[in-house]
């Protein structure tokens, strides 16, 4: 291990400010040794037959592998072309620190001779996730429910599962999504918009 080693103003023998450098080390470590890989084992043998394959483990994909995991006699392969997300995903506001890693896609919009026009080439970055979790892991983690206008639409061109009026089967997947925060008690106990140990956290 590496120490600290600037002149201290107050004679020492070097112990203490030595013992300090290791205590701030042992804590700046201490986040590799309580957080474990989201992948416990990735290997696909050679032959192996499924029941679903789905492609891109982010926020859907992984819903949708974990909700088809329920019946146990499925085996499902669940395929991301990225890592295990790295901890600044956790951590709200660290988020633009993933822009431009190896862990968003790094797409550029395409100029269309109007928008962007003061940028260079007239793009701009348009960031995605590139992990497990995929854009749930990049996102500003701003949690916001459906309109119920825009599943009305829906339900209006024709697409009579969209259904607001039945009101039950757009709201039990509502739901599925706890709200996990003290803070927001009066929602979180408010029956109609959110319920309890759900699949998805919020
Ligand atoms: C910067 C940013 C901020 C955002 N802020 C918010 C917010 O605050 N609140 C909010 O509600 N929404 C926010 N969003 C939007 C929201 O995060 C996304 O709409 C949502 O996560 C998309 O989910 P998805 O399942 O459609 O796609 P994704 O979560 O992107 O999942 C797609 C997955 O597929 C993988 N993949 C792609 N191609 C392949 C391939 N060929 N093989 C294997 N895997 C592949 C990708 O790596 C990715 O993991 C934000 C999005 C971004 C980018």
């Known amino acids: 291990m590496q120490c600290y080693n600037a002149s201290c103003a107050t004679p020492t023998t070097g112990t203490a400010p030595q013992t300090f450098a290791s205590a701030l080390q042992f804590f ?3 986040q590799c040794l309580i957080t474990e890989g989201s992948i416990p084992n990735s290997n696909v043998y050679n032959y192996a ?7 891109g483990a982010g926020t859907a994909g992984s819903v949708l592998a974990n909700r088809l995991s329920k019946v146990p006699d499925w085996n499902i392969l669940l395929i991301e072309a ?3 997300a790295p901890i600044e995903s956790d951590i709200p506001g660290l988020y633009p620190s993933l822009f431009g890693s190896r862990f968003d896609w790094k ?3 395409a100029y269309n001779g109007i928008t962007n026009g003061a940028n260079i080439n ?3 970055n348009w960031p995605r996730g590139k992990m497990m979790g ?4 990049i996102n500003a983690m701003i949690y916001v429910r459906g309109n119920d206008q825009d599943y009305q639409n829906w339900y209006n061109a024709g697409n009579t599962e969209w259904s607001v009026e039945d009101g039950f089967r757009i709201s039990s997947y509502w739901y599925k999504n706890p709200y996990q925060s003290s803070k927001y008690d009066s ?3 408010n029956e109609w918009l959110f ?3 759900g699949v998805a956290t919020m």
């Open 28 to 30: 700046a470590a201490a």
């Open 49 to 55: 037959i499924f029941d679903f394959i789905i492609v």
């Open 187 to 189: 929602f979180q106990n």
């Open 82 to 84: 990225g890592d295990d």
């Open 195 to 197: 319920r309890k140990n």
């Open 134 to 137: 995929g854009c749930s892991n």
């Open 107 to 109: 797409y550029l919009t």
């Open 122 to 124: 007239g793009t701009i």
